[in-house]
């Protein structure tokens, strides 16, 4: 069964602290495996989406990396606005597309 | 901006009250996606469009429903609300074969 487990559940750090969120997934044939950032009571914001092993793409103080087993969110010298949820998801086989999301990790950024 | 739009923002309900819940999109996207969310839980797929093409998840509760009148907005019907269908609902499009889905604010669901 296609799976997606993201840890920690809830990670705290100081301003400045960086850290690396982790996503483990099982799909049978990655089509691609996707970052999202929410924030309370809104929709998912896109971040980025990765495709093969090795691969790895960045935006400000956040770095994502794919392996084949799992995906790493590394957040370097983070800011109190990187406070959120941050949403992994991957690309199950199929012709529409079908994201499974795992549950999310609760990020909080103290100044 | 180009948007996925969603409306209301909340919306609270009645048990057994039935209940509309609105998307539209500026993008021109083929593809709609209706998700559930419920607290500290990953979003759940109810069902999707593709163009005309309704799909149904396996375990999507025959008390929704889905309307697409046309390529810019997408419905969800629950017929009859139970305590449990209290959620976040969100939206999201994507365009044919390209593979971002972008989603909307959600909508926030109270049943009293």
């Known amino acids: 069964e296609d799976q997606v487990t993201q840890s920690p559940e809830a990670l705290r750090l100081q301003e400045g602290e960086s850290s690396s969120l982790n996503c483990s997934y099982t799909?049978?044939?990655?089509?691609?495996l996707f970052w999202y950032r929410q924030d309370p009571g809104k929709g998912p914001e896109f971040l980025f989406t990765?495709?093969?092993a090795g691969e790895e793409k960045e935006k400000e103080r956040l770095k994502a990396t794919l392996t084949k087993k799992e995906s790493f969110l590394h957040i370097t010298a983070p800011k109190p606005e990187d406070s959120a949820t941050y949403l992994c998801?991957?690309?199950?086989?199929?012709?529409?597309?079908?994201?499974?999301f795992g549950a999310g990790t609760r990020l909080a950024v103290h100044p | 901006d180009a948007m996925v739009i969603q409306n209301p923002r909340y919306q609270v309900t009645q048990f057994g009250k039935p209940v509309t819940l609105s998307c539209s999109q500026t993008?021109?996207?083929?593809?709609m996606y209706w998700y559930q969310q419920k607290s500290s839980q990953a979003p759940k797929l109810l069902f999707h469009?593709?163009?005309?093409?309704?799909?149904n998840e396996a375990d999507t509760p025959d008390n929704f429903q889905s309307r697409r009148p046309n390529t810019s907005f997408c419905f969800l019907d629950i017929r009859s609300p139970g305590l449990g269908d209290a959620a976040m609902y969100l939206c999201?499009?994507?365009?044919?074969?390209?593979?971002?889905?972008?989603f909307g604010p959600g909508t926030r669901l109270l049943v009293l």
């Open positions: 998801a991957v690309q199950a086989p199929g012709g529409y597309n079908k994201l499974i």
């Open positions: 799909v049978s044939g990655l089509r691609g």
């Open positions: 990765l495709y093969s």
């Open positions: 993008l021109n996207h083929n593809v």
């Open positions: 469009y593709y163009d005309k093409d309704f799909n």
């Open positions: 999201a499009t994507k365009q044919g074969a390209g593979e971002t889905q972008y």
